[in-house]
């Protein structure tokens, strides 16, 4: 997370960003809430989640209460660079229009507070409820700097904090840390479920090279059950920020426990990544799937998202049954530039909420992510694309002024070559996607995307092996200000990946590939932006 640039990039940051904090009767904390249209600087995404200003890192605490989608997030709200970590906190009864709130939980004694969980302590195990409810409990990681600092590696522990307000006020726990560090220097994100079976709570750890699982009755004391991976999937990089759910698998009716596990570095691109396991969970430990062992040998993973920017993504907990959707939010950025990305106000947005299926195909059992089903309500006119052969270069459409769409494509496969959709803009700069069927391979190539000077691990060409091959190829896209989302063959192979255009890219052209490309249909969908113009009605 450190960057030796940091300071030089803070003093240029600050020549640059203080004639426009005066010019715009910026708040005490740099908002710019004066501002006539809310959440609209450059390059700010309109239907993606960000802070209102300032740092943000990995998603935190989701929890689905009383009609609201908590979402808290790691924030600095000093500064658009890490610091010391607060937990941010929004609200969403959609999972797409967002309220932002205050900060929930403040750095103590203890330490910093790093990424971690939240759940809904229906059965008040914890006694710390109140008038005959069960609190929402937050289970994070304190990080002690001075403890580090002095160089032990005993730094990082759980401790918790409850809420019996519908999460807008926290108290932290008066016995924290509730899980002491044994002498692991990268001990931390705890993510808490609960294990009807055996009616207790389950902690999923992550402990340098791999996950240790944890288990409690009142989540006060914590006992230590098992752990996985020291011996399988990528260990390019510390593994972060875990996750363990069951799922139903689409295909055979029977339950299977999915483990997603961020990976830094190490990713499939480079720089940060989340992986995912598959196998059963008996309370104590989790194993793998011997059909899936073989492809999480020591050193091989499989991948949530191939492209460069979803990480440390969770899921939400307390979902009703009635809904059963496994509700999933990631980071949308890279260590490896998450810091020096050109925003000024904020740094950092998240992907759009996914819904995570799991499947058996082709002999192996896999996890498809598909945007959610409420981004419905964003959409607007419909266009449709001509279907038929395609030759030479040629515009598919034209946004104009609306550069928030979702595009969705149905091309034959290609006996050879490559299907090649740029999105640009009339600065000539653009963003180039597509499926190359010699290679079986999609790819998202910005290297023409703007700017990306700030650098020199964000430009380029990245790709992602298909999981399998078939007549058509599928892409679902969505594309925001400064993303794109490529969700290919449903949900099968996902590329999401950021760019810094000098301004939204607005048309849609296929390029020149070495054979003609059919397009069976297609549709661009215009999308409306998620925030209200004017900030006074955010809040
Ligand atoms: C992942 C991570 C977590 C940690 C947090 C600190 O991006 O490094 O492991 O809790 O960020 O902000």
């Not at 426009?20 to 989640?49: I, T, V, W």
């Not at 044994?182 to 090279?209: C, S």
């Not at 950025?333 to 740094?347: F, H, I």
């Not at 969700?487 to 099968?492: E, L, V």
Request: net charge negative; glycine share 8%.
């Amino acid at each position: 997370m450190f960057n030796p640039n940091t300071s030089l990039k803070r003093i240029i940051f600050l020549i640059n960003f203080l004639p426009f904090l005066f010019s715009c009767n910026a708040d005490q904390n740099g908002k710019n809430l004066k501002n006539d249209f809310y959440m609209n600087e450059k390059h700010r995404p309109q239907f993606h989640f960000s802070p209102e200003a300032h740092w943000m890192n990995d998603p935190n605490g989701m929890v689905f209460f009383e009609g609201e989608y908590h979402l808290f997030y790691q924030h600095y709200p000093d500064s658009t660079i890490w610091g010391p970590m607060h937990w941010g906190h929004a609200v969403s009864s959609d999972l797409i229009h967002w309220e932002h709130l205050p900060i929930a939980i403040y750095p103590d004694s203890l330490g910093y507070i790093f990424s971690g969980s939240a759940v809904y302590d229906e059965n008040n195990t914890s006694g710390l409820g109140a008038n005959g409810t069960g609190p929402l409990i937050a289970i994070f990681t304190h990080h002690d700097v001075n403890q580090e600092k002095a160089g032990s590696t005993t730094f990082q522990y759980q401790s918790m904090a409850f809420s019996n307000d519908k999460g807008r006020s926290w108290e932290k726990y008066e016995g924290n840390p509730v899980l002491p560090n044994p002498g692991i220097k990268n001990f931390r994100d705890p993510k808490v479920m609960w294990y009807e079976p055996e009616k207790k709570w389950i902690m999923t750890l992550a402990a340098d090279d791999r996950i240790k699982f944890y288990s409690s009755s009142d989540f006060k004391s914590w006992e230590e059950t098992g752990e996985f991976g020291a011996e399988h999937g990528g260990h390019g990089g510390v593994w972060e920020c875990p996750d363990l759910f069951p799922m139903p698998v689409e295909e055979t009716g029977e339950t299977k426990w999915v483990l997603l596990v961020s990976i830094n570095p190490g990713g499939p691109n480079g720089g940060s990544a989340a992986q995912y396991f598959v196998g059963d969970f008996d309370g104590k430990k989790f194993t793998l799937d011997v059909g899936f062992a073989p492809h999480v040998t020591l050193g091989n993973a499989k991948w949530v998202d191939h492209g460069k920017d979803n990480y440390a993504g969770v899921t939400w907990s307390n979902i009703s049954k009635e809904d059963g959707r496994r509700l999933f939010i990631g980071w949308m950025s890279n260590w490896l530039y998450a810091q020096v990305v050109p925003t000024e106000v904020w740094r950092s947005a998240n992907t759009l909420p996914r819904n995570l299926t799991l499947h058996y195909a082709a002999n192996q059992f896999e996890l498809r992510s598909n945007p959610v089903k409420e981004l419905v309500s964003l959409e607007g006119e419909i266009k449709k694309l001509e279907p038929g052969l395609y030759e030479g270069e040629k515009t598919l459409s034209a946004f104009a002024n609306h550069p928030l769409q979702k595009i969705a494509l149905k091309f034959k496969n290609p006996t050879s070559g490559s299907i090649v959709l740029r999105l640009s803009n009339s600065k000539n700069e653009y963003i180039d996607f597509g499926y190359n069927s010699d290679s079986t391979s999609y790819f998202v190539d910005r290297s023409k995307a703007g700017d990306s000077t700030f650098s020199n691990d964000f430009a380029g060409k990245h790709t992602a092996l298909a999981s399998y091959t078939k007549n058509e190829i599928d892409m679902l896209i969505y594309l925001d200000v400064s993303s794109l989302e490529l969700f290919a063959d449903s949900g099968r192979t996902v590329m999401t990946q950021i760019f810094f255009p000098s301004e939204p890219f607005n048309q849609l052209t296929i390029i020149e590939g070495s054979n003609s490309i059919e397009l069976i249909e297609g549709t661009t969908t215009d999308l409306t932006r998620i925030w209200p113009d004017k900030a006074d009605a955010a809040h």
